[in-house]
């Protein structure tokens, strides 16, 4: 091998970094790494933007990141720290989310070489000079996704050219940062409408869901788990509307009887000289108009479970057939000598006091017994207060589905007047006061104004009857400057484009109406 001379010197392959470049370049792996290891994008903009804005070697001042809107998302991202903060929009200088606006629009970067610093009331030596202003695109497949936008102390001599293709390095870090956090987004997308697509499918084939988590319908949900399996006739009580049904169809659903019929009497609904037939059935020539052979509820039932929703309204005469059915698992049709051998399971339900029912002579003694084998109180819904919000969000899915209605949320002040009304209809009328809410939303969000007028004239909701429109008009206001704030996450620019209006009317009103805009920060 040949010796290199004696004269021959090593040279680098590249050139040494000046301390600039170095810094430079250190300062892209702390951004790189800050981006990497916090998962939520704001959170993460926040870090890199103070990181940045505090980087005075450099001559940085300040920094902002805009992300805009992507279909889907509630709201910009929008992050600033440093000087850009200081500016308001209408002063000479240019606004900061205006430049990122105009870069996301044209797709191309903004350099303002010299501008001056807003004006503090106490002007230091630090504070007094004057900024340069370099904002890049950030580029998701083409199409800028957003803009980064970092201030530097102007000189006259500074390279311009070079800042930008600095901040443009950075921003590409960024990009990155963009781009896993929407693949990811995209991916629990996937799973959330897989899951719903389950969720469907169970609700197509009826499969009961109990809504809750509080203490009282946890005790209904264990006393289901223990009777579902056996084959005990089950009586459930408790007022209209608590969803006994729901409980029937979820007791029969985890019983071995589940992939047998289950079908349902309401014995309220049905004439009283029509129920008997709709339950045994008849032979033809039984009475006039009984042309042809009709099986009754209770040999549709055979082999699964029937369930007797306000049993209580049973006539005396139909009460003693089925006290027969329940002791000796037979009956005849009306108009037949032939005994139908019976096996199904019977759960009943009553909104009444059968025991004051019995002292009445209303119903048998004998019968109750034969119903009362488990009993199965289903609480109100205002012994359910902690279940008054996961109800209320599960039919707003429910119906925003059915109605074809992109409503995704239920106000604080809309939640306040749920939770504090007495609701003497129980789960049906919450049903049907969140369907009401949906079919009059124009947005996405459910208002107190919403709701319907019961539960706004409630003593308990503070929303008499003997307010004026003007009281009303700005109650509604009020509301819709605080959703707006909550989804701005307190940027109140971002809030008044969401209500489309001036940023000035838009502070106005919050010093109006005394709303802490911070506290959504």
Request: charge should be neutral; charged fraction near 25%; hydrophobic fraction near 40%.
């Amino acid at each position: 091998m040949r010796q290199p001379s004696a004269t021959a010197q090593w040279i680098d392959a590249e050139p040494r970094a000046s301390h600039q470049e170095s810094r430079e370049l250190l300062l892209i792996r702390e951004i790189s790494q800050l981006l990497a290891e916090q998962a939520d994008l704001r959170v993460a903009f926040k870090d890199v933007v103070q990181r940045l804005s505090t980087q005075s070697r450099l001559g940085m001042t300040g920094a902002m990141v805009f992300v805009a809107e992507e279909r889907g998302e509630q709201a910009h991202i929008c992050v600033a720290d440093g000087s850009t903060l200081l500016r308001p929009r209408g002063t000479a200088a240019p606004d900061a989310v205006s430049v990122a606006e105009e870069v996301v629009e044209r797709g191309r970067p903004v350099v303002i070489s010299r501008i001056a610093r807003p004006p503090v009331a106490r002007p230091t030596a630090a504070t007094a000079h004057e900024l340069s202003l370099v904002a890049s695109p950030i580029l998701l497949g083409g199409r800028a996704a957003g803009a980064l936008s970092v201030e530097f102390v102007f000189e006259r001599d500074r390279d311009l050219h070079r800042l930008l293709a600095y901040v443009t390095l950075l921003a590409s870090s960024i990009a990155q940062a963009v781009a896993g956090s929407r693949r990811s987004r995209v991916r629990q997308r996937l799973s959330d409408e897989t899951s719903d697509l389950r969720n469907r499918m169970l609700e197509q084939a009826e499969f009961p869901r109990l809504v809750g988590t509080s203490a009282p319908l946890g005790d209904v949900q264990t006393q289901v788990a223990q009777v579902a399996s056996a084959d005990t006739t089950v009586l459930l009580r408790g007022e209209s509307g608590t969803g006994k049904g729901l409980i029937a169809q979820a007791i029969h659903h985890n019983s071995p009887r589940a992939r047998k019929p289950f079908v349902t009497v309401s014995c309220a609904a049905l004439p009283a000289d029509l129920i008997e037939s709709e339950l045994f059935g008849h032979e033809a020539g039984a009475f006039t108009g009984a042309h042809a052979t009709k099986r009754g509820r209770l040999e549709l039932a055979n082999g699964g479970t029937l369930f007797l929703d306000e049993v209580g309204e049973l006539t005396p005469a139909v009460q003693v057939k089925l006290l027969r059915v329940l002791q000796q698992r037979e009956f005849e049709r009306l108009g037949g000598t032939e005994t139908i051998p019976l096996n199904v399971r019977v759960l009943a339900a009553t909104n009444r006091n059968l025991e004051k029912a019995i002292a009445s002579g209303e119903f048998r003694e004998d019968l109750y017994y034969r119903l009362n084998v488990f009993s199965i109180f289903v609480p109100p819904l205002r012994d359910r207060k902690a279940d008054i919000l996961l109800l209320a969000d599960h039919f707003l899915e429910r119906f925003a589905r059915e109605h074809g209605k992109n409503v995704r949320r239920i106000s604080t002040p809309a939640i306040d007047m749920l939770a504090s009304y007495h609701w003497p209809g129980n789960v049906r009328e919450l049903s049907n006061a969140i369907e009401r809410a949906v079919v009059l939303c124009d947005g996405g969000v459910v208002h107190a104004h919403h709701l319907p007028p019961t539960l706004q004239t409630a003593e308990s909701s503070n929303t008499g009857t003997n307010q004026s429109l003007e009281e009303i008009v700005e109650a509604v206001e009020k509301d819709a400057l605080q959703d707006a704030l909550k989804q701005a996450r307190g940027n109140r620019a971002l809030a008044a484009r969401l209500l489309r209006t001036t940023r000035r009317i838009f502070n106005y009103k919050v010093r109006n109406y005394g709303i802490d805009w911070e506290r959504f920060a």
